[in-house]
């Protein structure tokens, strides 16, 4: 297994990357593996991308993967600020929930009016 496996192995069993990003990771460095040490792989593939180098055919897939990294995340980004913006909202609605109740809780029994009460 090459180092970059190993690596991304390593993070998951200390569970710095989860293991739903860690298979994108091992199947991108392995085929970038194999389009480095074959040469009849990554002449077949630049001769479909079209590219005369094959340097260029190893980063357009590079940057391709990284781009898809890129999306991927902004995606899951713009998801948990949205989750996050409404988890806002409910804890603030439930602390001025909260305010209310404990106003009414501290209150006198001589100045608490029972029709306040049946509405909680």
Known sequence: ???????CLELVRRK???????????????LMLILSVSENAIRWVSGLVGATLF?????FFGLLFLMIICLHFSIRISALT?????LTQHVGILDHEKK??????????????TSNLEQI
């Open 1 to 7: 297994m090459h180092l970059s496996g190993r690596i």
């Open 55 to 59: 340097t260029s055919t190893l980063f």
């Open 82 to 86: 949205q989750q996050v913006r409404s």
């Open 100 to 113: 209310i109740l404990e106003k009414k809780v501290h209150q006198p029994p001589w100045q608490t009016d």
């Open 16 to 30: 710095h990357l989860s293991e739903e990003y860690s298979m994108g990771w091992l199947v991108t460095g392995t």
